[in-house]
């Protein structure tokens, strides 16, 4: 089906009509503070491009404002939600290459369940899969289902943000436990000339560019790319991938404001090891001991991932007269990927333990191609005004989503392969298809948000928002069906003059699903609720951010059940605490700390045994701490030492909890020099090398952590 008989089909214009008939604008406000030194009136311009930007650099680990938690610009002591703010200085202290590695010292964020997958970001957020409903760009989702979805190159990135808990009130259906913003860097008005180089002891180079200026008073630009490859620290594993990313902005007037992001992403890669493999020869040993980490169960001259991948969108703001302020945001991206892998399941004959003098593994043949078109577009109006001694500041918007994909999935025989001395080349069966199908889903929402001040210091906030969303799938399988949703977010907390803020919430959320089955039909969306209550500290004698979350969250309408009699009675209940602290202590020393602890369970499912049991894969128990310092005077000046270490608890591998992975911890290291406009970096994560499983989903299916990593970098700017 092509893209343009399904944008015409006559329900997508009426949507696109509503959406796109709204447009948008920004004025940008300057101010000036003036100052009485010696008889004479200086103006000195206030520069808040990171205390007072929710898009901009962050000063070391402490961000002061996000629009993740409301869609404008706001601190983060008043959002009535836990957030936590990574910018650019704290991903390149971790020497963090992907945005998954970026968030492992996140709390209520289980990042890389499923070992350093090196083509996409695997994250977990209060316990559910955020991966694929809860990973945004700029404020727009990056939506994937099956095989179909985006990748976003780190590199690219000027801040990543977690907003935990039920957010379908600001953004649709997206994952109850939270979703992860993506910030793009942007034109700035400045000139910006920076190159980065860096290696890893696997053989892995890249190289990095970011250029930027101002042409005039009305248009500036920024270029950033990447192109990495080499070896990987599997056997036989390889990567090749490119990635461009031009913007500009244009202002032509103090009201208006018009950026326009575009991307285009090539990767070319063989698969890497460490997933997949059985529960016997991994968390416990075999009769031959361990399998591996490195050891690859692919077939390294059929082994394809070619992903093509481009985006292009704009933010679009204008200040009426009235004071108040129109935006429009869009993106439309397109993604083509093609991937072919033979992975374990089990040993020979999908046994789970070794059986014969080779070890053989069973493995899957296995060959998808995925191609998706997706555009959104959200409307915004916003603005203030009292009612008396309220002070209001409102927020109504209207967006669209678009996504379609072109799938094909196939599977053929396999030859089982040695899991102590694998050897490659034998003849693989021919793979024939078992999904052919085009998927469409258009998702159109009404939103209101009103945040209050009243009262000296009290701060109430109030969302309400409806979805209609509407849902195809042509081939094999086929299905239809639509839904409409109701969300609603209410938050009220107190500023105290000391800066500590106790705020407590409620809000319910929605998740469209895709699929059907012969007892339910079309699946309807899962929801559920979540309360949440917590306190926030940003004093003003100390440059820190120190959050406490206490949270019950229950998701519902998940399918459970055997394949094709699948039924939507399954309930799983999140309930626990988080704790975050990020402060630069002084101007040389960053910490950052965080702390979980929650409790999943089961409520409701088909399968009546496993009620009252935790669900698989994600720990319940997880602790971070991380330091960095650096030398500012003396023979050591310039220099950087940072220490962190990394708790993740004991989880179960399957809902019976009949088997458990144990408990890992894990250090890293790193040192650094900086020196006028250059500097050198050596990052070296999991130090010891310890051998550890991150997850298992199944007796059948464990995957192992990431060993040691040495990474090396270089910078220069002029």
């Not at 390149?92 to 945005?99: I, S, Y």
């Not at 994250?123 to 939506?143: P, V």
């Not at 005039?216 to 490119?242: A, W």
Request: proline share 4%; net charge negative; charged share 20%.
């Amino acid at each position: 089906m092509s893209m343009r008989s399904i944008v015409f089909r006559r329900r997508c214009r009426l949507m696109a009509s509503v959406v796109l008939s709204g447009s948008a604008g920004l004025g940008l406000v300057t101010t000036a503070a003036a100052q009485e030194a010696s008889g004479t009136v200086l103006l000195d311009p206030i520069v808040i491009e990171g205390e007072g930007s929710a898009t901009g650099a962050v000063d070391g680990y402490v961000a002061k404002q996000t629009a993740t938690g409301s869609k404008t610009a706001t601190p983060i002591e008043e959002i009535p939600q836990s957030v936590s703010v990574i910018g650019r200085e704290e991903i390149d202290d971790r020497g963090a290459q992907k945005v998954d590695e970026a968030l492992a010292y996140t709390p209520g964020v289980f990042a890389q369940p499923f070992g350093a997958d090196s083509d996409t970001n695997w994250l977990f957020i209060r316990g559910f899969q955020a991966t694929q409903t809860g990973m945004y760009q700029d404020g727009l989702q990056l939506y994937s289902y099956g095989f179909g979805g985006f990748y976003v190159d780190s590199f690219l990135l000027e801040r990543i943000e977690v907003l935990r808990g039920a957010a379908s009130v600001l953004y649709g259906g997206s994952n109850p436990g939270g979703l992860v913003n993506l910030v793009s860097k942007r034109p700035t008005g400045e000139r910006i000339r920076y190159l980065e180089a860096g290696i890893n002891d696997a053989g892995t180079g890249y190289v990095g560019f970011d250029v930027g200026d101002a042409v005039n008073e009305t248009f500036d630009y920024r270029v950033l790319g990447r192109v990495l490859g080499g070896d990987g620290y599997s056997d036989n594993q390889d990567d090749l991938r490119g990635v461009i990313s031009p913007s500009f902005t244009w202002k032509p007037d103090d009201a208006t404001s018009l950026t326009v992001l575009a991307n285009y992403t090539h990767m070319d890669q063989t698969h890497g090891a460490g997933s997949f493999l059985p529960y016997v020869g991994t968390v416990v040993p075999a009769d031959f001991g361990y399998i591996d980490p490195d050891k690859n169960f692919t077939e390294p001259d059929i082994d394809t991932y070619v992903r093509k991948q481009g985006s292009i969108g704009y933010e679009f703001s204008h200040e009426l007269e009235s004071g108040w302020t129109v935006r429009q945001n869009a993106r439309y991206g397109h993604s083509d990927l093609h991937e072919i892998s033979l992975y374990p399941y089990g040993y020979l004959g999908y046994a789970l333990e070794p059986s014969d003098p080779d070890n053989q593994l069973t493995r899957i043949n296995f060959e998808h191609r995925t191609v998706v078109d997706t555009f959104l577009v959200d409307n915004q109006l916003e603005g203030e005004f009292d009612t008396g001694p309220v002070t209001h500041r409102l927020l109504a918007g209207v967006d669209y989503k678009f996504f379609t994909m072109d799938q094909v999935q196939s599977s053929g025989s396999a030859t089982p392969i040695s899991a102590t001395d694998p050897v490659y080349g034998e003849a693989q069966g021919d793979r024939s298809a078992y999904i052919d199908q085009v998927i469409d889903q258009h998702q159109l929402g009404l939103y209101l948000q009103d945040q209050l001040r009243f009262g000296g210091g009290f701060l109430l906030t109030l969302n309400g928002r409806y979805d209609f969303v509407d849902t195809e799938a042509t081939g094999t399988p086929s299905y239809s069906g639509d839904a409409g949703e109701f969300s609603w977010r209410t938050g009220l907390a107190y500023e105290f003059a000391n800066g500590v803020t106790p705020y407590v919430s409620a809000s319910t959320f929605f998740n469209p699903l895709v699929g059907s089955s012969t007892v339910t039909g079309f699946y309807e969306p899962e929801s559920g609720e979540q309360y949440e209550v917590g306190v926030k500290y940003a004093p003003d004698w100390f440059d820190g951010v120190f959050t406490a979350a206490f949270f019950d969250l229950t998701r519902q309408n998940i399918v459970t059940g055997p394949y094709l009699a699948e039924t939507q009675i399954g309930e799983v209940n999140s309930r626990g605490v988080e704790f975050e602290a990020k402060a630069n202590i002084t101007e040389n020393l960053r910490l950052t700390a965080a702390f979980t602890a929650f409790d999943l369970e089961i409520t409701d499912d088909a399968d009546t045994t496993i009620i009252g049991n935790t669900p698989y894969i994600v720990p319940e128990r997880q602790a971070s701490l991380a330091l960095d310092y650096t030398f500012g005077s003396g023979r050591l000046e310039g220099f950087t030492v940072g220490a962190g270490m990394r708790f993740v608890g004991s989880s179960w591998v399957d809902n019976a909890n009949t088997l458990k992975v144990p408990s890992s911890t894990v250090f890293d290291a790193k040192i650094g020099y900086e020196q006028d406009n250059w500097g050198v970096g050596l990052n070296v994560t999991n130090l010891a090398d310890e051998r550890y499983v991150a997850s298992c989903q199944t007796a059948y299916t464990c995957s192992y952590g990431e060993g040691r990593a040495i990474k090396f970098s270089a910078h220069l700017r002029w």
